[in-house]
């Protein structure tokens, strides 16, 4: 199960929503070992394109040295989908390579009829996908 933050939750689906009709993608740092989301870090899409997204290298080498620094891990990776359901590609699956990390997927595209974006989370480990269940909070309890 994710459990994130409000101000976490809102600031990925406006991150979406800016780059919308390009997919976004970035990363919640957290303390190692910890399960929790903290540090908020958008990213350039790199590909710059409404049906993928790739993190630029440089920019990518960068924060992972600054989360090794810091004493964080990736505990969520997310992106957007600009036309489909917020679920994870055959691209999205064959790119996931944090085991630990939770996958979040923000739909921008009215795809059920729920409303204006979708916001689920996906653990993938060697290629299988597992949904899980996402619990929004005010703030996390020590």
């Known amino acids: 199960m994710l459990t994130i933050t ?3 939750y809102d600031r990925i689906v406006s991150h979406a929503r800016q780059d919308h009709p390009d997919e976004a993608c970035g990363v919640v740092a ?4 910890s399960g929790r989301p ?20 440089g ?3 960068k924060l992972y040295r600054e ?13 957007s989908h600009t036309a ?12 996931a390579n944090e085991p630990g990390a939770h996958y979040v997927l923000v739909s921008t595209a009215d795809t059920d009829g729920a409303g204006p974006f979708q916001f689920r989370s996906f653990r993938i480990v ?3 996908v597992t949904e899980e269940e996402v619990t929004v909070v005010d703030r996390y309890i020590p």
């Not at 989360?67 to 992106?79: G, K, Q, S």
Request: charged share 30%; aromatic share 12%; net charge negative.
């Open 38 to 57: 903290e540090r908020f870090i958008p990213m350039l899409n790199a590909a710059r394109s409404p049906t993928f997204y790739e993190f630029d290298s």
């Open 84 to 95: 489909t359901e917020a679920y994870p590609s055959r691209t999205d699956i064959s790119y």
């Open 67 to 79: 989360m090794d620094d810091l004493d964080e891990e990736p505990v969520v990776i997310y992106h």
């Open 6 to 8: 409000h101000d976490l």
């Open 126 to 128: 060697e290629g299988e």
């Open 59 to 61: 920019d990518l080498l």
């Open 30 to 33: 957290g303390p190692v070992g």
